[in-house]
Nanobody, 123 residues
Framework: HVQLVESGEGSVQAGGSLRLSCAFS????????MGWFRQAPGKEREVVAS???????KYADSVKGRFTISKDNDRKTLYLQMNSLKPEDTAMYYC???????????????????WGQGTQVTV
């Protein structure tokens, strides 16, 4: 049973920083592609960052240079460091996993198989 639990919810001023965490359980962790989604009210969901088994990363243009995705295989935790936050970054953020082994990082929402319950970021 795959479980993804996000934490790090917060409200910050524009220009500030937050770090989100996502704890995993229920599957072999290190070889999978993982990502962070966000969805704001009335907007399409967007994959903002992705990292695959070998830790190759990919970012949406909207966050490139400001957000960093990383993972700790030993702690089974995925992170999203968000710097220089803007009001348009306000959204519910979700972590997700793609169960295909050794896939390339993906910004396509439908590539992901499971996601967490989300954590709110307000800027």
């Amino acid at each position: 049973h795959v479980q993804l639990v996000e934490s790090g919810e917060g409200s910050v001023q524009a220009g500030g920083s937050l770090r989100l965490s996502c704890a995993f359980s229920g599957y072999t962790y290190s070889g999978h592609c993982m990502g962070w989604f966000r969805q704001a009210p009335g907007k399409e969901r967007e994959v903002v960052a992705s990292i695959n088994g070998p830790s190759v990363t990919k970012y949406a243009d909207s966050v490139k240079g400001r957000f960093t995705i990383s993972k700790d295989n030993d702690r089974k935790t995925l992170y999203l460091q968000m710097n220089s936050l803007k009001p348009e970054d306000t959204a519910m953020y979700y972590c997700a996993v793609r169960l295909v082994i050794w896939a390339t990082p993906s910004l396509v929402p439908n590539d992901y198989d499971h996601w967490g319950q989300g954590t709110q970021v307000t800027v």
